[in-house]
């Protein structure tokens, strides 16, 4: 695509005149934001980063065959340089043209929050794949990043259009939103779930990881939004949606008369009775929101109701592994506070009168601040805790749990370092009927360690380890 055009394209500032000749003739053949991952023909984006800066490696990207630069502050370059304020944004509007601006030829929905947008998000595929259309997922469990980053989220949506979708069903974090990886793209409506504390070893503070995430409610990105209203921020949030121009839905869990069972969620939702084979009051709300968002875009009620009814379980997410004689084991995601005490709550109405037992851990290189408070949420939802290790990434696995430790006014069942080990006593311990809850992981099938990513999933460990003790 001719680099002019493009530019024209993106609405980008218009260049000078002596740039503009320069341009002419320019033909791109892709958007690069890393200088390793440079392709000729490509416009190099100097991206700046927590520990690096691209504006330092132009002269690398142009040897790759970089032949445009976008800036944002003033460089030497043998290519063309395009000048804007700031490059990330720009890079998403311009990684938009690009493709063709492919989410205005797909049904996009966008889903954020700190805890339950992969739920939700399996929920509403599941629905919408009920009701006949072409879906695709982005999120958790599809890849690296929640949300990738703006050139390879455009190319990921212009490739599903090719393929035939007209459905994306998308997990929108803060860091993306931050970041601007969302920015260029239309979503038909977004939905807003709950804010705890997370991610604060990237945003300065609660307020800065609230604002990000509040960025999704403008026009730029929708004109429709379902927000979960349970507590005071949920309701600010609808507020502020309301008076950005969107069109807001709003989604109480105390008004849909919630049943739980030990095997499934009763709730009403707009004069129907709902059984969702699903456990946790929680699951119930989630499934509450992806209801409401299927109906904005288009699905009936009737139709969304049978779905609900058919929902298969969210991997890792209060995934449930019975054993003939033994404990019941919930593998789930929960890695922050309030997570972990809904997670512990479910459980608890699980167990009924047995035993909750709890294994977790948390990551490493990660908001030290939230450990203590993991630390007491276990010990005030669980009788019994196993202190193990997460994803201790690059830090010793012994100072992130005497990190949790100093939120517990007792010292737990056990700390053990193994996580394997830690899994195995807890289950051990347990008597027949009673719960383990094994936490912070989910689906996640390595265990970083010290640069390494090494084989671990919990759900695998669990049904070994049952299987043996019921030989």
């Not at 779930?193 to 995430?213: F, G």
């Amino acid at each position: 695509m001719d680099l002019k055009l493009l530019i024209k394209a993106a609405g980008l500032l218009a260049p000078d005149a002596e740039s503009a000749s320069n341009l002419l003739g320019v033909e791109i053949t892709g958007i690069a934001y890393d200088s390793r991952q440079v392709k000729p023909g490509n416009i190099f984006c100097c991206v700046r980063g927590l520990a690096h800066d691209g504006h330092q490696h132009i002269e690398s990207a142009v040897t790759a065959g970089a032949v445009a630069i976008l800036a944002d502050r003033p460089i030497v370059a043998t290519v063309p340089v395009v000048m804007v304020d700031e490059v990330r944004p720009s890079m998403a509007q311009l990684s938009s043209a690009f493709f063709e601006e492919p989410s205005r030829h797909l049904t996009v929905i966008g889903v954020t929050g700190t805890n339950g947008k992969t739920s939700v998000a399996h929920l509403l595929t599941q629905i919408l794949s009920f009701a006949g259309r072409q879906v695709a997922l982005s999120g958790t469990l599809t890849g690296e990043r929640t949300t990738p980053e703006a050139p390879d989220l455009q190319q990921r949506l212009a490739q599903w259009k090719n393929e035939g979708m007209d459905s994306v069903i998308m997990e929108v974090s803060s860091h993306a939103l931050e970041q601007h990886r969302a920015g260029g793209t239309s979503f038909a409506a977004v939905a807003f779930t709950n804010l705890s504390r997370d991610h604060l070893d990237y945003h300065l503070n609660l307020t800065a990881y609230r604002e990000a995430k509040e960025r999704l409610f403008s026009l730029t990105f929708s004109s429709q939004a379902v927000v979960v209203v349970d507590d005071q921020v949920g309701q600010e949030v609808a507020t502020l949606a309301r008076t950005n121009g969107l069109e807001v839905t709003t989604v109480s869990s105390n008004q849909a008369k919630i049943v739980v069972h030990p095997a499934s969620t009763v709730f009403t939702w707009q004069g129907h009775e709902v059984v969702l084979p699903l456990g946790g009051k929680f699951m119930a709300t989630n499934a509450l929101v992806a209801a409401e968002l299927a109906q904005s875009v288009g699905v009936d009620s009737a139709t969304i109701v049978e779905a609900l009814q058919q929902m298969a379980p969210v991997p890792g997410r209060f995934e449930t592994i019975a054993s003939t004689g033994g404990p019941v084991v919930v593998i789930d995601y929960a890695h922050t506070p309030e997570a972990l005490t809904t997670v512990l709550t479910a459980a608890r109405s699980l167990a009924g009168g047995k035993k909750v037992l709890l294994v977790f851990g948390c990551g490493g290189n990660r908001d030290h601040g939230k450990r203590p408070l993991m630390g007491a949420a276990a010990q005030k939802g669980a009788d019994l805790c196993f202190v193990t290790s997460d994803n201790p990434r690059d830090e010793p696995p012994r100072g992130v749990i005497e990190d949790i430790l100093i939120g517990m006014t007792e010292q737990p069942a056990l700390k053990e370092l193994d996580r394997a080990k830690a899994i195995a006593a807890a289950l051990h311990a347990a008597d027949p009927g009673d719960v383990v809850v094994v936490a912070g992981k989910g689906h996640e099938q390595t265990q970083e360690i010290a640069g390494q990513f090494l084989p671990f999933d919990d759900r695998q460990i669990v049904e070994k380890l049952l299987l043996e003790m019921n030989q």
